[in-house]
C-alpha cells in the first residue's frame, strides 16, 4: 500500500505564495509520476500538474507562469511552489501518483488533499 501526505496548505493573500510538498510512503517499486489536482466548491477536480519519473512537466493554461512543479526522487516527495496567487485559485489540491507497485503491477493513489484559501 501506498500513502500520500500532503502540507502546506493554508490561507493566504491575493498576490501571495504557497508551497504544496507531498510525500510518498510504503512498499512500491518506484513512482512514474506524480501530479497535482484541484478541487473548488461546486467544481470538477482538475489537473494541476504533472511531473515524471523523467522529470517530464506540464501545466494546466490557468497557472502556467505562476505555478512551479518539482520532484525529490530521492525523498518520493513533490513540490508545488504557487507564487500570484488568484481568488480562483482556490481549492482543495490532491496529491496523485502513478506507482509501479513491488509486484510490478501500475497503480493510482490519490492523497487527502489540502485546502487552499486565497482572500484578502
Known amino acids: 500500500q501506498v500513502q500520500l501526505v500532503e502540507s502546506g496548505g493554508g490561507l493566504v493573500q491575493p498576490g501571495g505564495s504557497l508551497r504544496l510538498s507531498c510525500a510518498a510512503s510504503?512498499?512500491?517499486?518506484?513512482?512514474?509520476?506524480m501530479a497535482w489536482y484541484r478541487q473548488a466548491p461546486g467544481k470538477e477536480r482538475e489537473l494541476v500538474a504533472t511531473?515524471?519519473?523523467?522529470?517530464?512537466?506540464n501545466y494546466a493554461d490557468s497557472v502556467q507562469g505562476r505555478f512551479t512543479i518539482s520532484g525529490d526522487n530521492a525523498k518520493n516527495t513533490v513540490y508545488l511552489q504557487m507564487n500570484s496567487l488568484k481568488p480562483e485559485d482556490a481549492a482543495v489540491y490532491y496529491c496523485?501518483?502513478?506507482?509501479?507497485?513491488?509486484?510490478?503491477?501500475?497503480?493510482?493513489?490519490w492523497g487527502q488533499g489540502t485546502q487552499v484559501t486565497v482572500s484578502s
Open positions: 496523485y501518483a502513478d506507482v509501479l507497485t513491488s509486484t510490478f503491477q501500475l497503480r493510482n493513489y
Open positions: 510504503g512498499r512500491f517499486a518506484s513512482i512514474m509520476a
Open positions: 511531473i515524471t519519473s523523467g522529470d517530464t512537466i
